[in-house]
């Protein structure tokens, strides 16, 4: 009997504590709000706006029409090397679902100290802009914090330039370096072809020795940009008959073989003790014009390969990636809480991968307003149609935000 008294009077303080409330009463009945059931989660409208300022370096590779540069701002050089930033974000709550948006506009220049003997700095200049929606779902709510899920697209436009500082010494010492083999080469053939005095060169053994230089001198140009780390496969070269280079090159040729001519009539007088003035002053003037020829062509080996480097190259991509994530909040005090976000993406669709992540400190100055500061890393790998942004961008936010 007191156990069924018991059952029933338990029962009528239960039916009894909210009509109290609803009425102004303050029973004293210990209650516990760890977990929010979902009939207590607030159903009214709630509109967060954050604006906020994220002072992000950027650390990787950009490549624009296949000229790459790489990048690495370091936390102390931000202010030196951030041109702008301006961003907001929104939040539009209603009981568990609530709509979130993000907003960045970032301009971000940096210098990468080029390796290689041809390039003494690429100078990169990026304007990034981002745009974030998402449906997110709270999967829980306790007193002291809340986990929410979400899933949306990140809009990504990217505006970038690069510019390259030619390195004139090494390009000169790299000319120098092609034009002693070319040198080596044209001397050797023509040595071997031209063996007697009253033998004319033929126009076609000519033209077989300068092709061939050409072709070397060619080669080595190509494999020296191509090999450089900067610089794309793609650079087309001046191979034509016309050009300054292969001018060069059959100058050279001509020069050679006038000397290997004259040396052979000097040699061949020498053996019968008699060498004339002429033929002597005619060898001299043709190792003169060789000289000149071989300067030349280094000077026009050197011109070319300045000429195939631009000095600077631009281009723009867009793209869009599909996100997914979870964000948090935990309260340690009324004023003082953490918050944390972190998402994945891409998957192929935009970039190939793409990943966030946030961590940070608040106070909630009222039931109005709260101020954040944190950390904020964004990682892109995307390559598309000669653009590559493959790169993390990542600083300290500090967000002020505003609840309605």
């Known amino acids: 009997m007191t156990s069924l008294k018991s059952i029933v009077l338990s029962s009528a303080l239960l039916a009894i504590c909210p009509l ?8 004293e009945v210990a209650s516990s709000k760890e977990v929010i059931p979902s009939s207590n989660i607030k159903s009214a409208w709630e509109i967060t706006i954050r604006p906020y300022g994220w002072l992000a370096g950027m650390e990787g590779t950009t490549g624009i029409r296949g000229y790459t540069a790489e990048t690495d701002v370091a936390f102390e050089d931000i202010l030196n090397n951030l041109d702008m930033t301006a961003a907001l974000q929104m939040e539009v709550k209603h009981g568990r679902w609530m709509l979130l948006l993000d907003g960045m506009y970032l301009e971000l220049s940096a210098g990468d100290d080029a390796p290689g003997r041809l390039l003494s700095n690429a100078n990169i200049e990026l304007t990034q802009i981002m745009a974030e929606a998402a449906i997110g779902y ?67 053994a000519r033209q077989k020795i300068t092709a061939a230089a050409e072709t070397l001198v060619n080669q ?32 050279l040729v001509a020069a050679r073989i006038a000397e290997q001519q004259a040396d052979l009539a000097v040699i061949q007088e020498a053996a019968s003790a008699k060498v004339s003035a002429a033929k002597a002053r005619a060898l001299e003037k043709a190792r003169r014009a060789v000289t000149r020829a071989e300067k030349k062509l280094a000077q026009r080996i050197e011109q070319q390969i300045e000429d195939s480097i631009p000095e600077s190259v631009s281009g723009s991509a867009d793209w869009v990636d599909p996100i997914v994530g979870f964000r948090g909040q935990f309260h340690f005090t009324d004023r003082l809480f953490a918050v944390g976000r972190a998402d994945v993406g891409g998957f192929g669709v935009g970039s190939d991968l793409a990943w966030q992540a946030y961590a940070g400190l608040g106070w909630q100055a009222s039931s109005h307003v709260s101020l954040e500061m944190g950390y904020r890393c964004l990682d892109m790998d995307y390559t598309s149609g000669g653009f590559t942004f493959d790169t993390m961008t990542s600083g300290v936010i500090v967000s002020l935000a505003f609840k309605f």
């Not at 109290?20 to 029973?27: D, E, F, I, V, Y």
């Not at 940009?225 to 060069?248: T, W």
């Open 138 to 204: 709270r999967l829980w709510e306790g007193e002291r914090g809340y986990l929410d899920l979400y899933a949306g697209a990140r809009y990504m436009r990217l505006d970038g330039d690069i510019g390259f500082e030619v390195d004139s010494a090494g390009v000169r010492s790299l000319s120098q370096d092609i034009s002693e083999k070319a040198v080596t080469q044209i001397t050797s053939a023509v040595r071997s072809t031209v063996s007697e005095v009253a033998v004319e060169v033929k126009s076609q």
């Open 20 to 27: 109290a409330s609803l009425c102004g009463g303050t029973p």
């Open 220 to 251: 080595k140009i190509s494999q020296a940009l191509e090999n450089h780390p900067n610089l794309p496969k793609a650079i087309d070269f001046i191979r034509n008959s016309s050009g300054p280079v292969s001018e060069s090159v059959r100058d």
